[in-house]
């Protein structure tokens, strides 16, 4: 079973997916990962991730199961933004989109059942997923987002620099030829604008439920 999970930057979707995932006992990939693991191996080759031959390269040589998935340096600023831009080359994204596949068709650990959050899940890497959504929240909220975890990992940030590069990410997102960022046909919208995470965590849940007959582990 594929529960497919986008979404744009700062939404509140990656942590609902690890929670949705823990409650079915399902494997979870966060690939959003995969393309910042991309960027920073451009940046760290002394290359522009957005040159797309340099971008189409380090996704060819990347190998998410030698662990470079759990480097702390993904969860930068840098590397989100570099994300973003090595996400709107088609070869990278072709490049990827096997090993999210075949990670969905066969997910680790023997789990029932995958969990995928990203920003083409349900429209393209799973079209056939079982259950699709598609959290977001305002712009001006997902910035607040960003400036709080920023500041509490202790990254200076200034707050209208962080909404503008909010918005400018969302245009690359959302633009691309190759995979924009928008809602599956037949996915639920969820607005976590004013939501906690435990409300937009039930309301997931709830429409998993519905969709697959699926309850959450006792």
Not at 48 to 75: F, N, Q, S, V
Not at 174 to 189: E, G, I, K, N, W
Request: aromatic share 4%.
């Amino acid at each position: 079973m594929v529960i497919a999970i986008d979404g744009p930057a700062a939404s509140g979707k990656g942590t609902l997916a690890k929670r949705v995932a823990k409650a079915f006992g399902f494997a979870h990939l966060d690939t959003g990962a995969l393309y910042r693991a991309v960027g920073i191996s451009v940046l760290r080759a002394g290359g522009d991730p957005a040159d797309a031959a340099a971008a189409a390269r380090a996704a060819r040589d990347l190998h998410p199961e030698d662990g470079i998935l759990a480097d702390p340096d993904l969860r930068t600023d840098e590397a989100a933004q570099a994300a973003s831009k090595v996400a709107a080359v088609p070869e990278v994204r072709a490049a990827l989109l096997d090993f999210q596949r075949r990670f969905a068709e066969r997910p680790p650990g023997g789990a029932p059942g995958s969990v995928l959050d990203g920003r083409d899940i349900g429209t393209v890497v799973c079209p056939s997923a079982d259950a699709k959504l598609f959290v977001t929240a305002s712009v001006e909220v997902r910035a607040e987002r960003r400036l709080k975890e920023l500041r509490e990992r202790g990254i200076p940030a200034i707050p209208s620099d962080v909404l503008e590069d909010m918005k400018a990410r969302d245009a690359r997102d959302s633009q691309r030829t190759v995979a924009p960022l928008r809602p599956a046909a037949d996915a639920f919208v969820l607005d976590t604008s004013a939501l906690s995470a435990d409300q937009a965590f039930d309301a997931a849940i709830d429409h998993i439920g519905s969709k697959t007959g699926l309850g959450p582990r006792a």
